[in-house]
Structure formats: structure tokens, C-alpha cells
């Protein structure tokens, strides 16, 4: 991930303490709050014991204009257009990311746009779809990579870029929210919690 310094210790070096401050909720609550349209997919760094943080450059215009909750400073542009400061990085943990597959289209745009978001949604994984999918894994890749298909919090979430490419993320729930301005300080998400 192409991050500053302080942002990148701040959300992935061991000692840093900053996932003790974060806010836990459910990508559902999230996303009947707020968006991720028009914001920048970073990445996706995910650890062996199933860890995994996605990490958004957050527009805040579409995620913030009414109601202006999130405390970033506004910015007036030439002309009277109204913006926030950016980057607003929105990082997501996932304490159990069990499986992510990406779906790649025609592309829509040209790839200067490829990680721009047109949104996301989520739901939660029916019993019958995860009897299937414990079927299905236990086939193809066995007991141990089937376990997931127990777990009785699981989330699909979809993201969906603009150009149309898509990345599902099969997760528990809760997962933990943190908001970063660009100097790093953590700003709250107000109504997740």
C-alpha cells in the first residue's frame, strides 16, 4: 500500500495501539450510515492468522455533505464548491476474513480508475449458503479451510469499483472502524456504535 509513513505504522506496526481505539460495529450498520462511493480502494493487507485490514481513501463528500459528521475540515474551492480535507483514510479490520475473490469486467473507464468505488454493500450468509459452501470447500480445499462455513456471523460484503471490477470479502462479524485524517489523528464515525 502506497501510504505516508505515520499513517501506515499507525494501522500495521505491532506495537502501535491504535486498533484499541477503534470503533466495532457491523459493515451493515456501517452502510446504512454512510458510503464508499467515489472513494479510493488502497488495498487489502491480510495476515496468515486470518487478520485482514481494507483500507479506503474515504470521500467524504458523498459519505459526509448533509449531515457533516465526520470532523474533517471543509474546504471551499474556486468557484464555491464545497470539499473536505483529503485523504480521510477509513481503515476496516476484520479480525476473521475467511475468503475474498474478486470478479473482473469490462472496464467501464480507463485504468487511472480502476480503484474508485461506485459503493458497497453487505449482507449476511444464509444457513443454506454456508451448508453449501462447507460442501464445497470441504471438496476442493478440505477440512481445514471449511471451518469458515460454520460460523454462524458471516458476512458478504461486496465492493464494487466504478469500472465494474468487484472484490467479495466472506468475514465475521463485528469488524473494527477507524478514521485517520491526513496527519493521522483519529477522528470518530458517529452512528456505528
Not at 474515504?58 to 448533509?66: I, Q, S, Y
Not at 485504468?111 to 471438496?139: P, T
Request: with cysteine; aromatic share 12%.
Amino acid at each position: 500500500m502506497n501510504l505516508p509513513g505515520n499513517i501506515y505504522e499507525r494501522l500495521f506496526d505491532s506495537a502501535s495501539t491504535v486498533w484499541q481505539q477503534a470503533q466495532t460495529s457491523s459493515m451493515q450498520r456501517f452502510l446504512a450510515e454512510y458510503t464508499l462511493h467515489d472513494s479510493e480502494w488502497l488495498g487489502l493487507q491480510a495476515e496468515l492468522y486470518g487478520e485482514a485490514v481494507a483500507l479506503f481513501d474515504w470521500d467524504l463528500v458523498w459519505a459526509n455533505w448533509e449531515a457533516q459528521r465526520i470532523d474533517i475540515p471543509r474546504i471551499v474551492f474556486p468557484g464555491g464548491s464545497i470539499g473536505w480535507e483529503r485523504p480521510a483514510y477509513l481503515a476496516i479490520l476484520f479480525t476473521r476474513l475467511y475468503y475474498a475473490v474478486s470478479a473482473r469486467k469490462k472496464r467501464k473507464y480507463k485504468d487511472d480508475h480502476y480503484s474508485v468505488l461506485a459503493g458497497a454493500e453487505s449482507r449476511q450468509v444464509s444457513a443454506e449458503q454456508r451448508e453449501k459452501f462447507l460442501g464445497l470447500m470441504l471438496d476442493v480445499l478440505g477440512e481445514d479451510f471449511a471451518e469458515f462455513a460454520l460460523d454462524e456471523s458471516l458476512c458478504c460484503t461486496v465492493v464494487e469499483g466504478i469500472s465494474q471490477d468487484s472484490i467479495a470479502l466472506y468475514h465475521a462479524e463485528p469488524v473494527k472502524f477507524l478514521c485517520l485524517d491526513k496527519n493521522g489523528r483519529i477522528v470518530p464515525i458517529p452512528g456505528i456504535d
